[in-house]
Nanobody, 115 residues
Framework: QVQLVESGGGLVQPGGSLRLSCLAS????????LRWYRQAPGKQRELVAG???????HYADFVEGRFTVSRDNAANTVYLQMHNLKPEDTAVYYC?????????WGQGTQVTVSS
């Protein structure tokens, strides 16, 4: 069982930045495949970014170079640095960890981009 706790969400103006963090439990963090998803009201959940155990990162097309996913294995934490936020980035953001055939989810953190 892997437990995940996201933090760092909040209200930000368009063009602003936020850094989301996700603290994971477990002794095998360094081999977790980590992802960030988001779900906006009335929309399906969508993949935002992922990072492998080898630090290979990938992003959804809508990120357009604005977000960076990173991991700190010593701190059991994955980050999502977001810049140039847009109102359409408003959503609940979830981190997940894929390990031993299962994907574990955090409870989510709300990001609201509004003036």
């Amino acid at each position: 069982q892997v437990q995940l706790v996201e933090s760092g969400g909040g209200l930000v103006q368009p063009g602003g930045s936020l850094r989301l963090s996700c603290l994971a439990s477990g002794s095998y963090f360094s081999i977790y495949f980590l992802r960030w998803y988001r779900q906006a009201p009335g929309k399906q959940r969508e993949l935002v970014a992922g990072i492998t155990s080898d630090n290979d990162a990938h992003y959804a097309d809508f990120v357009e170079g604005r977000f960076t996913v990173s991991r700190d294995n010593a701190a059991n934490t994955v980050y999502l640095q977001m810049h140039n936020l847009k109102p359409e980035d408003t959503a609940v953001y979830y981190c997940t960890a894929y390990f031993a055939g299962s994907e574990y989810w955090g409870q989510g953190t709300q990001v609201t981009v509004s003036s």
